[in-house]
Nanobody, 123 residues
Framework: QVQLVESGGGLVQSGGSLTLSCTAS????????VGWFRQAPGKEREGVSC????????YYSDSVKGRFTNSRDNVKNTVVLLMNSLQPEDTAVYYC????????????????WGQGALVTVSS
């Protein structure tokens, strides 16, 4: 059974940094495309980043490109999202996910979700 568990959410001031982790069980992360979505209050869920299983290519949405770094630790079976220069508009529930990446849209399909981790950025 595939299970994804996020950790590391919290409150941070504008301009600060925060790291989210997602630990997988029931499968190895390097066997699937894996990454992150987020959903801000009153908005649709947005694909943030995805790492391709095949070659490790990593895709980012324009809204986070240059500020967020998505990486995979195959030994710990964990994917980590390092978020820098956070702004109030980054406030959202962040979800770990597996599925298929897409170079143009970041994500093509999603197969499984984590429970989500709340990130709040104060101004």
């Amino acid at each position: 059974q595939v299970q994804l568990v996020e950790s590391g959410g919290g409150l941070v001031q504008s301009g600060g940094s925060l790291t989210l982790s997602c630990t997988a069980s029931g499968f190895t992360l390097d066997s699937l495309d894996v990454g992150w979505f987020r959903q801000a209050p009153g908005k649709e869920r947005e694909g943030v980043s995805c790492i391709k299983r095949s070659d490790g290519s990593t895709y980012y949405s324009d809204s986070v490109k240059g500020r967020f770094t998505n990486s995979r630790d195959n030994v710990k079976n964990t994917v980590v999202l390092l978020m820098n220069s956070l702004q109030p508009e980054d406030t959202a529930v962040y979800y770990c996910a597996t599925g298929r990446c897409d170079a143009d849209t970041v994500w093509y399909t999603v197969d499984a979700w984590g429970q989500g981790a709340l990130v709040t950025v104060s101004s």
